[in-house]
């Protein structure tokens, strides 16, 4: 079991170019999430998702988008980067209420 | 919203010595407080967690202290090694919240030295 995968692990892009970031899992949660992470601010939540078809705001969602069209997949996707989504993004899964978050290794994304 | 408070955000002791980091939290209602682990180049890891109807909880070098009336809580790391040098992530879960969405502490960069 692969757990949770992210892909890529490294991106850099100009403002103004738009790409999505996968994140797949084979542990069949229905919890699924994107987080950032930046120096000082430790982990903020973009988006996140309880089932396929369902998708809410986190802290910090603008720039962002997300879908969830199968258990596995939650993908997200910035529109038109700017340098201020600059940061190191992980994508989170959990089985339920209160319980352990699996995080992937991350995607580190540069906007120039 | 929830907010959470960590500290120290860099602590360094020596090989054996006892480490402590400490969050305070908003949310009265918060219910379950884990910490997570980090090392270089992957993700979080769950190491420990406390839900609000316990006080404290150990696992072999690692206890994790609730305080309800404060709002805080902390971790400690006894006996410390090489290899508990990494970042420690204090977190908590809003009030009526149902699955993970925790806020997160700002992080502490542990580091222990040989």
């Known amino acids: 079991n692969a757990g949770v995968t992210q892909t890529p692990k490294f991106q850099v892009l100009k403002t103004g170019q738009s790409m999505t970031l996968q994140c797949a899992q084979d542990m069949n949660h229905e919890y699924m999430s994107w987080y950032r992470q930046d120096p000082g601010m430790g982990l903020r939540l973009i988006h996140y998702?309880?089932?396929?078809?369902?998708?809410d705001q986190g802290e910090v969602p603008n720039g962002y988008n997300v879908s969830r069209s199968t258990t596995e997949d939650f993908p997200l996707r910035l529109l038109s980067a700017a340098p201020s989504q600059t940061s190191v993004y992980f994508c989170?899964?959990?089985?339920?209420?209160?319980?352990?978050?699996?995080f992937g290794e991350g995607s580190r994304l540069t906007v120039l | 919203g929830e907010n959470v408070e960590q500290h120290p955000s860099t602590l360094s002791v020596q090989e054996g010595d006892s480490a402590v980091i400490k969050c305070t939290y908003s949310d009265s209602a918060s219910n379950y407080f884990p910490w997570y682990k980090q090392e270089l180049g992957k993700g979080p890891q769950l190491i420990i967690d406390i839900r609000s109807n316990v006080g404290e909880k150990k696992d072999q070098r690692i206890a994790v202290t609730l305080n309800k009336t404060a709002k805080h809580f902390s971790l400690h790391i006894t006996e410390t090694q090489p290899e508990d040098s990494a970042v420690y992530f204090c977190a908590a879960t809003p009030g009526g919240t149902s699955y993970g969405k925790l806020t997160f502490g700002q992080g502490t960069i542990l580091t222990v030295h040989p």
């Open positions: 998702s309880v089932g396929a078809g369902i998708t």
């Open positions: 989170a899964t959990g089985g339920g209420w209160g319980g352990e978050l699996f």
